[in-house]
């Protein structure tokens, strides 16, 4: 009764506020926020295995017209635009605000206390992107505190703090990179499929690249959309198999990994490349500097089987295609460099490089419509500044800290391994992001979160069996 109480609240408000700004579907979308609630509220855990599942599937949305309120037309053009994982995950964290209501702050339940990381850093990072509103270039103050709400906030909250709090357990770990190796390799083998298609073709080879499912581009319509998800994918699945019980699972993951790591290499993502060498390379000097020279013949062999892929890849690369893409990316440095040079201590406002690329007539005479910077630092340097630099620099920092805290607390095995993978995943994450524009999605920051809450889950584990032997011992003497 009271969560049916707080849901009929909720949609009740829902509607009235709905229904005051003129949207005729207000108490539809009322009942239909109140039945998800509940469910999310009921079943928060399989509610959050589901957001892990269509976090990679930007493609699959769902808009909502905000009415004839005049803010609602400013900040949003007029309608909600937003993925299907992304409207889960608002109704779970409303869910989970709930139980932090009820279950902590209420009946002092400490399972349902918050935990935080990086909580300070990615504060200050908030706050740069706030304070770019008072920029020198005059930006609109509405659009940089919605672009600082969501996505910079909201990425935050679903992709760091929603995994940390939520997986506080092996078991739900598991299930949770069971969820994302699930959904990694439906990608790869929709790439595998589009290799068979006339329209996979590039100018010199067949490509993979992500196809339309049941008609919608859930993937996104770019090959390097698919390859940036399969570089933190392949990863997460290594990492599940450290965790398997099973040798005949552990085999299967083995599989799908290196499935999803050729079809990540056929998609012939310059990026993509690039991520997979720094990976190896973080592998081989933390993991196995000492057996290098035992495993240099397997070693030796594998970049000979690469050796043909990798001379389609140059030939890629010195193609018109790729010299254009590399054109277009320079220009967008310069102006990113331009922009930061005019306001180089708070930037030029939060979610406004496009509409500056878009005021530069040589870009769109040369390259057409404005688009977004090709790169996560050129975008915090020409919206936020020094300021926003210095802020994302201290979250780096946090993390890079207690990531090699939490695996240097952890003694080499299983649990340790799958914490190494899912931070090297982690690395990946950010690494494409320097040279792409979905660093304010969940595949930047949703590996983060699932490389801390693993960090988390088996260093309480350690100190739990460890503080067990010193009982144990205290009993024999």
Not at 5 to 12: I, K, M, Q, R, T
Not at 133 to 154: C, E, G, Q, T, W
Not at 163 to 175: E, G, I
Not at 194 to 216: D, T
Request: with cysteine; proline share 4%.
């Amino acid at each position: 009764m009271p969560l049916f109480s707080w849901g009929l609240f909720v949609a009740l408000a829902a509607s009235a506020i709905f229904i005051v700004l003129g949207l005729p579907l207000g108490p539809v979308i009322a009942l239909a926020l109140l039945i998800a609630l509940i469910v999310a509220f009921r079943f928060p855990y399989a509610t959050f295995y589901a957001v892990l599942f269509f976090i990679p599937f930007l493609g699959l949305t769902i808009s909502i017209p905000t009415g004839e309120l005049a803010i609602g037309k400013r900040a949003f053009g007029g309608s909600i635009d937003i993925s299907v994982a992304e409207a889960l995950i608002l109704i779970l964290l409303l869910a989970w605000g709930l139980k932090i209501l009820f279950l902590w702050i209420k009946r002092r339940d400490r399972n349902w206390r918050p935990n935080l990381p990086l909580a300070k850093s990615y504060a200050a990072l908030f706050a740069a992107h706030l304070l770019s509103a008072f920029s020198p270039l005059s930006p609109d103050p509405v659009m940089v505190i919605k672009f600082a709400l969501r996505p910079a906030l909201f990425c935050y909250l679903a992709f760091i703090a929603l995994p940390v709090n939520f997986l506080r357990s092996k078991r739900r770990l598991v299930a949770a990179l069971s969820a994302v190796a699930l959904a990694g390799t439906i990608a790869a083998m929709n790439g595998a499929i589009s290799l068979f298609f006339v329209g996979a073709s590039s100018q010199y080879i067949r490509r993979a690249h992500p196809l339309p499912m049941f008609g919608v581009p859930m993937l996104g319509e770019n090959h390097n959309l698919l390859a940036e998800l399969l570089a933190v994918t392949v990863m997460v699945t290594l990492a599940l198999t450290f965790l398997s019980k099973k040798n005949r699972t552990r085999q299967i993951l083995y599989a799908s990994a290196l499935f999803q790591f050729v079809i990540a290499l056929l998609t012939f993502s310059r990026t993509v490349w690039i991520v997979f060498v720094l990976q190896a390379v973080f592998i081989g000097l933390v993991e196995f500097r000492h057996h290098l020279k035992q495993y240099a013949g397997t070693i030796i062999a594998g970049l000979l089987l690469l050796v043909p892929v990798t001379i389609l890849m140059m030939q890629i690369g010195l193609s018109n295609v790729a010299q254009s893409s590399n054109s277009t990316r320079w220009a967008l440095t310069e102006i990113a460099t331009d922009v930061f040079l005019t306001s180089p201590i708070l930037g030029s406002g939060a979610g406004t490089f496009v509409e500056r690329v878009g005021s530069a007539r040589v870009f769109k005479l040369e390259y057409g419509e404005p688009l977004d910077s090709h790169g996560f630092i050129q975008k915090l340097a020409a919206e936020t500044g020094v300021v926003g630099l210095a802020s994302f620099a201290l979250v780096a920092l946090e993390l890079f800290w207690i990531m090699r805290r939490n695996l240097r607390a952890l003694a080499r095995g299983a649990e340790r391994s799958a914490v190494f993978y899912l931070t090297t995943g982690a690395g990946g994450a950010v690494a494409y992001q320097l040279f792409n524009t979905n660093y304010w999605t969940g595949k930047m920051w949703l590996p983060i979160g699932l490389a801390l809450a693993a960090g988390y889950i088996f260093e309480r584990h350690g100190k739990s069996a460890a503080n067990i032997e010193c009982r144990i011992s205290n009993i024999e003497v």
